[in-house]
Each structure stands twice: as C-alpha cells, then as structure tokens.
C-alpha cells in the first residue's frame, strides 16, 4: 500500500491565533516500506500520523492510499479502512481496562466480525511474548507488556499499513530496544507498510526512509 501526501495542511485556531500543525505536506511512502517521522514535542508529528489515519481532517489536501482519496470515503467506508486497512498503535497504549490481554487483542477482528486463524493468533502472540499472559488484565502487566499488547491489538487484522506513535515513548531502554527488534521482525515478515514516529534515533537507523518535522513542515529526507 502507497500513501501520498499532497499539499497536506492542518490549522487549528486557539482563540484567534492560528496553530499550523502541519504545513505543505508532500510526501510519498512506498509499498511495503519501513519509514519514520522524527522531530521536537509539538513538531506536528502526531498530527500527521492522524491524518494519514483518517483520525483528523485536514483543512487542505489529500491522503491518498494507492489512487482512493481517504478523505472521501462514506462513514461505513472509513470504518472499514480504519479497522482492516491500517493497523494504529497509540502512544499510551489505550488498552481496554476490563478486557484480558487476548480480548484487547482480539478487539478489532471482533469489531469488524473477521476471526483470525488460530495459527496467525497464536504465532503473532508468541512472537511478542505475550502467550503466557493472555488471560491477565492491563494492569497486571508491565508497561512494554502493554506496549507489545497495542502492536499485536493493531496487526490482528493483518493491516496493509502500521502506523505507531511513539511505541517506544513509555519504555525503558530495554524494552524499547526489544520492541524496535521486534517492530522490525514483524515488518519483515508480514511486509506491511510501516510508519513510526518516534524520539528514539535508533529507529531511524533502520529505516527505509527518514522525514524531519520542525513547525509543521517536513525539512528533509534521508534515504
């Protein structure tokens, strides 16, 4: 799956003053690449995931998912793509806290009525570690657990695209190092198109390609 940004923006208004979260944006992100987004807290970096989304409008341009303009879907159109289409982990995780680690995962394919096979479930679990703590609540389990809950929750559909705030925001360096590896492992064997916004430098050093944000304009690329 390809996305293309063209001549993408988002202003906000906070009271009279205009709040341009994302400037200008032209963008192309190739099938099945590994990319991340990087910049300072307030560079527009989560704006842009939210519009590549469809969690936000913008106020002018286009997101283009190989040739369908996301922003032009029917409401029962969105749903679908946001469930099947793309896969999302949020930053704080957003784990359901009265659901088991399985029924957070099992959420998206019990939403859009889709049963993961066994094996896929099974497989997906026991790559990020998680098989021996399926039947425990959020709470009952460490912060990279949950973390690694989110990213099982967000490819049980078997998305097109992963799209990932911060993964490593709330983690220690070990555990942001273990989940960097396994982001990575996973990309390489469902071939998914990936986009990570991140902090972390050491994300970037893997990517396919590497955007900069500074006050809602993307300031370069490196390849």
Same mark, same amino acid.
């Given at each position: 799956?390809?996305?293309?940004?063209?001549?993408?923006?988002?202003?906000?208004?906070?009271? #009279?003053?205009?709040?341009? !979260?994302?400037? #200008?944006?032209?963008?192309?992100?190739?099938?099945? @690449?590994?990319?991340?987004?990087?910049? !300072?807290? =307030?560079?527009?970096?989560?704006?842009?995931?939210?519009?590549?989304?469809?969690?936000?409008?913008?106020?002018?341009?286009?997101?283009?998912?190989?040739?369908? #303009?996301?922003?032009?879907? @029917?409401?029962?159109?969105?749903? &679908?793509?946001?469930?099947?289409?793309?896969?999302?982990?949020?930053?704080?995780?957003?784990?359901?806290?009265?659901?088991?680690?399985?029924?957070?995962?099992?959420?998206?394919? /019990?939403?859009?009525?889709?049963?993961?096979?066994?094996?896929?479930?099974?497989?997906?679990?026991?790559?990020? =570690?998680?098989?021996?703590?399926? $039947? *425990?609540?959020?709470?009952?389990? @460490?912060?990279? %657990?949950? %973390?690694?809950?989110?990213?099982?929750? !967000?490819?049980?559909?078997?998305?097109? /695209?992963?799209?990932? $705030?911060?993964?490593? &925001?709330?983690?220690?360096?070990?555990?942001?190092?273990?989940?960097? #590896?396994?982001?990575?492992?996973?990309?390489?064997?469902?071939?998914?198109?990936?986009?990570?916004?991140? *902090?972390?430098?050491?994300?970037?050093?893997?990517?396919?390609?590497?955007? *900069?944000?500074? $006050? =809602?304009? /993307?300031?370069?690329?490196?390849?």
């Amino acid at each position: 799956m390809t996305i293309t940004c063209n001549s993408l923006n988002k202003t906000y208004m906070q009271g #009279d003053l205009p709040i341009h !979260a994302v400037r #200008d944006c032209n963008i192309k992100i190739t099938e099945s @690449s590994f990319t991340v987004i990087t910049g !300072a807290s =307030g560079s527009g970096k989560t704006t842009l995931l939210n519009l590549l989304a469809a969690f936000d409008l913008p106020t002018t341009g286009t997101v283009m998912y190989n040739d369908r #303009d996301i922003f032009k879907f @029917s409401a029962a159109e969105q749903c &679908g793509f946001q469930n099947k289409t793309i896969g999302y982990v949020f930053q704080d995780f957003r784990l359901l806290p009265i659901l088991t680690v399985r029924e957070n995962i099992l959420t998206p394919a /019990v939403i859009s009525k889709n049963k993961p096979s066994k094996y896929y479930f099974e497989s997906l679990v026991e790559t990020l =570690g998680l098989s021996d703590r399926l $039947d *425990h609540l959020p709470h009952e389990i @460490s912060g990279g %657990q949950r %973390q690694r809950c989110a990213v099982a929750r !967000a490819l049980i559909n078997k998305p097109d /695209v992963l799209l990932a $705030d911060e993964p490593t &925001g709330n983690l220690d360096r070990e555990a942001s190092e273990e989940l960097i #590896d396994l982001l990575l492992r996973l990309h390489g064997e469902y071939k998914m198109t990936a986009v990570i916004v991140t *902090h972390d430098e050491r994300i970037a050093e893997f990517a396919d390609s590497v955007y *900069h944000m500074e $006050d =809602g304009e /993307v300031r370069g690329i490196k390849k």
